[in-house]
C-alpha cells in the first residue's frame, strides 16, 4: 500500500484544515488507516483511525469534538477534518495503514502501522 498525504498548510488558531491521504491498494476493506503527527522534537503521536470495512473510529483525547476523520471507498481516501485548529495542533502529520484486528479494535500506537505516508505541515499560528 502506498499512501500519499496532502493538505497541510498555515492557519491561525481557531481555523480548519482538511488532511487527505491516498492510497494505491486494490481494496482497503481489510485494513484500517490513522493520523498521527509529529511537533517538532517530539514523539509520532496517535490522533485518529478508522476501520475502513466497518467506518468505526478512535480519536486522541485532545482532538475529539474538534476533528473527523472520513473515507471516501470510490477514492481510497482518507480525511481528516480539522476544526478549532489550536497552536499545539502544530506538527507534521502522517497518514499510515495496517491490517484490521479483530471486530472493532483500533490500533493507537505508530508500531501497529506497517505503511506510512509522506508528511504533511500543519503550522497553526496564534
Known amino acids: 500500500v502506498q499512501l500519499q498525504a496532502s493538505g497541510g498548510g498555515l492557519v491561525q488558531a481557531g481555523g480548519s484544515l482538511r488532511l487527505s491521504c491516498a492510497a494505491s491498494a486494490r481494496t482497503l476493506s481489510t485494513y484500517s488507516m490513522a493520523w498521527f503527527r509529529q511537533a517538532p522534537g517530539k514523539e509520532r503521536d496517535f490522533v485518529a483511525a478508522?476501520?475502513?470495512?466497518?467506518?468505526?473510529?478512535g480519536y486522541a483525547d485532545s482532538v475529539k469534538g474538534r476533528f473527523t476523520i472520513s473515507r471516501d471507498n470510490a477514492k481510497n481516501t482518507v480525511y481528516l477534518q480539522m476544526n478549532g485548529l489550536k497552536p499545539e495542533d502544530t506538527g507534521d502529520y502522517y497518514c499510515?495503514?495496517?491490517?484490521?484486528?479483530?471486530?472493532?479494535?483500533?490500533?493507537?500506537?505508530?508500531?501497529?502501522?506497517?505503511?506510512w505516508g509522506q508528511g504533511t505541515l500543519v503550522t497553526v499560528s496564534s
Open positions: 478508522v476501520r475502513w470495512n466497518a467506518g468505526i473510529t
Open positions: 499510515a495503514a495496517t491490517w484490521a484486528v479483530g471486530d472493532s479494535y483500533i490500533g493507537r500506537s505508530k508500531e501497529e502501522y506497517f505503511y
